[in-house]
């Protein structure tokens, strides 16, 4: 019954930001490690940043600072601010999430949204 849910893509001119959003809902006990991967056209899907409970943070290289992940957890929420967006970062982007169910009560299990497109044109 857990769900997880994209918002904020769409259609960016390059060099311009955008910021994605994610809402976990549903029988939730607990949430450890949230993170965004996204799958370019034709490429398999990569990881682009992941954020614990605790609020520790792992980038992928080709961030390269420009993207910040971050999460809101009493509201249950994740977030990924894009900035300098590329034509290179077009793909789809989901959310990720380790979450224990509350109900049925069940051990830590992963989690994806259905995916949101983000497209950078030059």
């Known amino acids: 019954q857990v769900q997880l849910v994209e918002s904020g893509g769409g259609l960016v001119q390059a060099g311009g930001s955008l910021r994605l959003s994610c809402a976990a809902s549903?029988?939730?006990?607990?949430?450890?490690?949230m993170g965004w991967y996204r799958q370019p056209p034709g490429k398999q899907r990569e990881l682009v940043a992941s954020?614990?409970?605790?609020?520790?943070?792992n980038y992928a290289d080709f961030v390269k600072g420009r993207f910040t992940i971050s999460r809101d957890n009493a509201k249950t929420m994740m977030y990924l601010l894009m900035n300098k967006l590329t034509p290179e970062d077009t793909a789809v982007y989901y959310c990720?999430?380790?979450?224990?169910?509350?109900?049925?009560?069940?051990?830590?299990?992963?989690?994806w949204g259905q995916g949101t497109q983000v497209t950078v044109s030059s």
């Open positions: 549903g029988s939730i006990f607990t949430i450890n490690t």
């Open positions: 990720n999430a380790l979450i224990k169910p509350s109900y049925p009560l069940g051990g830590p299990t992963n989690y």
């Open positions: 954020i614990t409970s605790g609020g520790s943070i």
